[in-house]
């Protein structure tokens, strides 16, 4: 894992932590998530995962405070996604440079 992984990853640990924290009240799988990406030490898939499932219930919500809290966590969690996303893409171009220097 390169440092700019780990940092995206204690990042989106972070935030779910904080949004399910603030979500307790407000929704009843809040409380289970958060002590299970707490007590252990999840993978960057299972944390992927958790944001799924936090993607998928929220769009089920009835309640439109419940709604409006998970739609700004998700956002949040999406513009972390994204980010991760590109800074794989240009170590892949990277790696695909120094490769071709290597061959020709």
């Known amino acids: 894992m390169t440092e700019a992984e780990k940092q995206d990853y204690i990042l989106k640990?972070?935030?779910i932590l904080e949004t399910l924290e603030k979500l307790f009240d407000y929704w009843e799988m809040a409380r289970p998530l958060y002590k299970l990406?707490?007590?252990i030490d999840v993978t960057a898939?299972?944390?992927d995962e958790?944001?799924?499932i936090i993607d998928i219930s929220y769009k089920?919500?009835?309640?439109?405070?419940q709604k409006e809290k998970l739609e700004l966590a998700m956002s949040n969690l999406k513009l972390i996604k994204t980010?991760?996303?590109?800074e794989k893409t240009n170590?892949?171009?990277?790696v695909n440079v120094m490769v071709?220097?290597?061959l020709f």
């Open 13 to 15: 640990r972070d935030v």
């Open 37 to 39: 990406v707490n007590s």
């Open 45 to 47: 898939e299972i944390i």
């Open 50 to 52: 958790i944001i799924n």
């Open 60 to 65: 089920k919500l009835y309640d439109d405070e």
């Open 83 to 86: 980010r991760e996303i590109k």
């Open 91 to 94: 170590e892949n171009e990277e």
């Open 100 to 102: 071709n220097d290597l």
